[in-house]
Every structure is written in C-alpha cells, then in structure tokens.
Nanobody, 114 residues
Framework: QVRLVESGGGLVQAGGSLRLSCAAS????????MGWYRQAPGKQRELVAT???????NYADSVQGRFTISRGNAKNTVYLQMNSLKPEDTAVYHC????????WGQGTQVTVSS
C-alpha cells in the first residue's frame, strides 16, 4: 500500500517563503510523475506543479516563476519551494504520485496573510 506524507505547511506573511516536502512509501517502483495540487475553500482542486522521473516540469501559470518543484535523491520524494507567496496561494496542498496508478496525500495547509 502506497502512502504519501506531506510536511512543511504553515502560516506565512505575503512575500514570504515555504518549502513543502512529500515522501511516498510502500512501493518498490519509482514514480513516473510526482506533483502538487491545491484546493482552496469553495474551489476545485487545481494543479500547482508536476515533475516527471526524467525531470520535466510543468507549472500552473499562477505560480510560474515563484514556485519550484524538485525531486529528492531518495526514491519517491518531491519538494515544492514556494517564494513570493500571495494570499491567493492559501489552500490545502496535496502531494500526488503516479506509481502504476495515482495516489494522493492527505494535504498540508498553507495560509498566507496579507
């Protein structure tokens, strides 16, 4: 059973930075794709960023140039460095990985105050 554990969320002032981490355990396979999605209150879950096993990245327009996704040296770990945070970045951030099928983490709250 694959399990994803996220960490690194919290409360930060606008303009500040946070780094999210996610580790997926329970599989001998390397994830094809890992990524981050977010869901704000009353809104649908949306893509933030993804990264493939080959290092190709994809970002939502709203975070391009401010957020950086990377994979760790340990198998099936992914990070999201978030800089220049804005109040509209406030959401629950969920880690995602594709290992034969998709898996989701429980999420970590990010709150950006103005």
């Amino acid at each position: 059973q694959v399990r994803l554990v996220e960490s690194g969320g919290g409360l930060v002032q606008a303009g500040g930075s946070l780094r999210l981490s996610c580790a997926a355990s329970g599989s001998i396979f390397r994830a094809n794709v890992m990524g981050w999605y977010r869901q704000a209150p009353g809104k649908q879950r949306e893509l933030v960023a993804t990264i493939t096993s080959g290092g190709n990245t994809n970002y939502a327009d709203s975070v391009q140039g401010r957020f950086t996704i990377s994979r760790g040296n340990a198998k099936n770990t992914v990070y999201l460095q978030m800089n220049s945070l804005k109040p509209e970045d406030t959401a629950v951030y969920h880690c995602y990985c594709d290992i034969t099928r998709g898996y989701w983490g429980q999420g970590t709250q990010v709150t950006v105050s103005s």
